[in-house]
């Protein structure tokens, strides 16, 4: 990343000025936008399990063996269990995923996940939200946790939003949302995640 020195902030600066420019007019050039064209890379086709799905396999992506990420061992996508025989049980650093376990156990989670979010939600507000919508909350709530909407002050906010039909808020909250892990601090990759859903949800 090129930082600019503070000198040549400030030359630009008294340079727009002159020319007249405000920072309102600078706001139309940055991307504030919600639903910017091409920045959502899945199909949306089908119901909210599918493009949910189609979201988190492509952030997660597929891992066969386990690794240790951030406090447990993850694998297939991105999850510390794995379907097996019917049973959802807890992986562990020898865990294999073959990529039908690891599909099987996403969907799983997936339901699980919106089980939860549903319920925290009011199950009268889950029902109104579209597919998108429903995959957004889905999506972020499988990479921080499904009880994200009564526990995190940013899930309050979009549950807020929700209740008063301010899609466009909630949308912004979804975006606002955590975005660098427990020991990793900022990632651009969650940063890029964010933004997505975000969009996703006013899609």
């Known amino acids: 990343m ?18 007249g420019i405000k920072s309102e007019d600078l706001q139309k ?26 979201a988190i396999s492509k952030y997660e992506s597929f891992s ?31 865990t294999i995923w073959t990529k039908e376990e690891a599909e099987a156990t996403l969907k ?5 996940f919106a089980g939860s979010i549903a319920k925290d939600l009011g199950q009268e507000h889950w029902n109104k939200l579209n597919d998108r919508q429903k995959a957004a909350l889905v999506s972020l709530g499988y990479n921080v946790g499904p009880y994200f909407i009564n526990k995190r002050d940013y899930g309050k906010r979009i549950k807020q939003a929700i209740i008063n039909n301010d899609f466009e808020a909630a949308s912004r909250e979804i975006a606002n949302g955590p975005k660098g892990g427990i020991r990793s601090g900022f990632l651009a990759g969650l ?3 964010r933004k997505e859903e975000s969009d996703l949800f006013l899609a």
Do not use: C
């Open 64 to 94: 066969p063996t386990a690794n240790f990420d951030e406090n447990k061992y993850r694998g297939g996508y991105g999850t510390d269990k794995i379907m097996k025989n019917g049973q959802l049980l807890d992986a562990d650093k020898n």
């Open 108 to 112: 799983h989670q997936i339901e699980q």
């Open 29 to 54: 050039f940055t991307n504030n936008k919600i639903n910017t064209p091409g920045s959502i890379k899945i199909s949306l086709d089908g119901d909210w399990l599918d493009i949910a799905f189609r």
């Open 191 to 193: 940063a890029r995640r």
């Open 2 to 19: 090129v930082v600019m020195p503070v000198s040549a902030i400030k030359i630009m600066i008294t340079k727009l000025k002159e020319k």
